[in-house]
């Protein structure tokens, strides 16, 4: 399809607190290299030795023919059944040769993807602001107004602790004064969303959702496990709020899934499938009518591919950001030109391909090693995980 071939891929895995990042690097016999990026939760080196592992399959081929590749590594490599770690490696190869196909043609990625249907910025929502708040509603409150000074009109939460299952009473109602005091502090032009972290039972999950109604959220996120979709749609049949999915099985959206009713997908862009998955899901949820947000507690390469992609996908909502609360201080020097995430949205690089490069000396002082030590830490049915330390 091209005079292109990769030649090498390489991965970087960098010292996240929360959980380490894992960039991909494929490069091409041209010396064009493409980025993707392949972060999985307690799991790093794992998928380091996955990639590793798996780029003998693409070295020799033209990363032009992303279809099939695609074809190959989910049916031949995955058995048609791959877990996580496999989604990972595909979807972060897929974005790496979408990204050297738009920088063969010295074009944004968004306009092999169709071009821009929302213009040059994207609402955004932030996440990982509360930190800190030791579940106290008063301190949810003072970091929502910071948020909202900073200029974001959204902003997400978890309110519900540790909670697994069910809740005691005193315990919802403790969260409901979560939630109350954020949504009392930004009063009641800012969207508030609900994140349950796949905490409940379907009949605590309706029981919360009744309890939501109050304070008007933009939606209620995962509130049951995903992996079981009468569950879910037990909820959405019954709930009066909105239903977010972020975690769809691994290739996207399904009939399963659609038929639960739920209102707005949230597939992981780098567990999903990458540039051809993303696109996949927007396009059966837009025939559905369902609306398209990308989930996003990754690193900045994840952020640059999911704005491509969102802002060429007519039934984009809203993309979700940690940059600006929940990154180490460091993390805009791994790129040579950072992102931009102001005033709650994010500029659509217009640079060749994804429009960013690697600092290679940034990754190299952040490298994560077996050595490393406070990272990784993140668990959320651990007391206190919300206060989850950013510090370098």
């Known amino acids: 399809m091209s005079d292109l071939e990769i030649q090498d891929v390489d991965v970087h895995l960098v010292e996240n607190p929360w959980k380490p990042w894992a960039f991909v690097e494929v490069h091409t016999d041209a010396g064009i290299t493409?980025?993707?990026?392949?972060?999985?939760?307690?799991?790093?080196?794992?998928?380091?030795?996955?990639?590793?592992?798996?780029?003998?399959?693409?070295i020799g081929k033209d990363p032009f023919d992303t279809e099939q590749l695609y074809l190959r590594m989910y049916r031949d490599r995955g058995g048609m059944m791959p877990h996580m770690v496999k989604m990972a490696v595909i979807s972060a190869m897929d974005t790496a040769c979408w990204d050297i196909k738009a920088k063969y043609f010295d074009s944004p990625l968004y306009e092999l993807l169709g071009g821009k249907v929302h213009g040059d910025e994207l609402p955004a929502y932030a996440n990982g602001w509360y930190t800190g708040t030791d579940g106290n509603p008063e301190a949810f409150a003072e970091a929502a107004e910071r948020v909202v000074a900073d200029g974001y009109e959204a902003l997400k939460f978890d309110p519900f602790g540790t909670a697994w299952q069910r809740m005691r009473r005193p315990d919802l109602d403790h969260s409901m004064d979560i939630v109350r005091a954020v949504r009392e502090a930004v009063g009641p032009d800012i969207e508030i969303m609900i994140e349950a972290h796949y905490r409940f039972t379907p009949g605590m999950a309706i029981e919360i959702a009744d309890r939501l109604r109050e304070f008007d959220p933009t939606w209620f996120e995962q509130p049951v496990p995903g992996d079981n979709h009468n569950a879910l749609r037990k909820v959405a049949e019954h709930s009066r709020v909105p239903i977010a999915v972020d975690r769809s099985p691994e290739r996207g959206v399904n009939s399963d899934l659609i038929e639960t009713g739920v209102d707005i997908v949230q597939p992981d862009l780098i567990y999903n499938g990458g540039v051809t998955g993303g696109k996949k899901i927007a396009a059966i949820a837009e025939e559905e009518y369902m609306s398209f947000a990308p989930h996003n507690a990754n690193g900045p390469v994840s952020t640059a591919v999911c704005a491509h992609v969102d802002v060429s996908t007519p039934n984009f909502l809203i993309q979700e950001v940690f940059e600006d609360y929940a990154h180490p201080d460091w993390a805009g020097r791994l790129l040579e030109d950072p992102l931009t995430i102001e005033n709650g949205t994010v500029e659509v690089p217009d640079g060749p391909g994804l429009g960013i490069e690697l600092d290679h000396d940034a990754l190299t002082a952040h490298e994560y090693t077996e050595g490393s030590e406070d990272v990784d830490i993140m668990n959320l049915f651990a007391e206190g995980w919300e206060n989850r330390s950013f510090d370098e």
Do not use: H, Q, V
């Open 34 to 58: 493409g980025i993707g990026e392949a972060t999985l939760p307690r799991n790093a080196f794992t998928i380091a030795a996955a990639i590793r592992e798996e780029a003998k399959y693409y």
